[in-house]
Nanobody
Framework: QVRLVESGGGLVQFGDSLRLSCTVS????????MAWFRQAPGKGREFVAA??????DTNYAESIKDRFTIARDSSTLYLQMNSLKPDDTAMYYC????????????????????WGQGTQVTVSS
């Protein structure tokens, strides 16, 4: 069973940077891809960025492209967020897709099997 734990959220100001981490505590040999999603108050969960567990191209939402970077080091997934705006305020979740399941764009929640509890990011103007 894969367990995901996010950290690194907080309260920052407009234009600041923040790096989120998602630690995979078990079962990472069962993962084919990982992603970050976010959910702002009163809105649905939206795709932010995704990457294969081993090799391959990263995939970003247009709204954060050129400001956010997804990366992995060993068993930790990161989301480097630069030039933060108030619109980036949300709960950020990491997700993992298991091997041998259908996985296409990585932009949809149903493509993922495991989720973390989330870490809150608040950007003040």
């Amino acid at each position: 069973q894969v367990r995901l734990v996010e950290s690194g959220g907080g309260l920052v100001q407009f234009g600041d940077s923040l790096r989120l981490s998602c630690t995979v505590s078990a079962g990472y040999s069962s993962i084919q891809a990982m992603a970050w999603f976010r959910q702002a108050p009163g809105k649905g969960r939206e795709f932010v960025a995704a990457m294969p567990w081993i090799g391959g191209d990263t995939n970003y939402a247009e709204s954060i492209k050129d400001r956010f970077t997804i990366a992995r080091d060993s068993s930790t997934l990161y989301l480097q967020m630069n030039s933060l705006k108030p619109d980036d305020t949300a709960m950020y979740y990491c997700a993992a897709a298991q091997l041998h399941r259908a996985y296409r764009s990585g932009r949809y929640e149903h493509e993922y099997d495991w989720w973390g509890q989330g870490t809150q990011v608040t950007v003040s103007s």
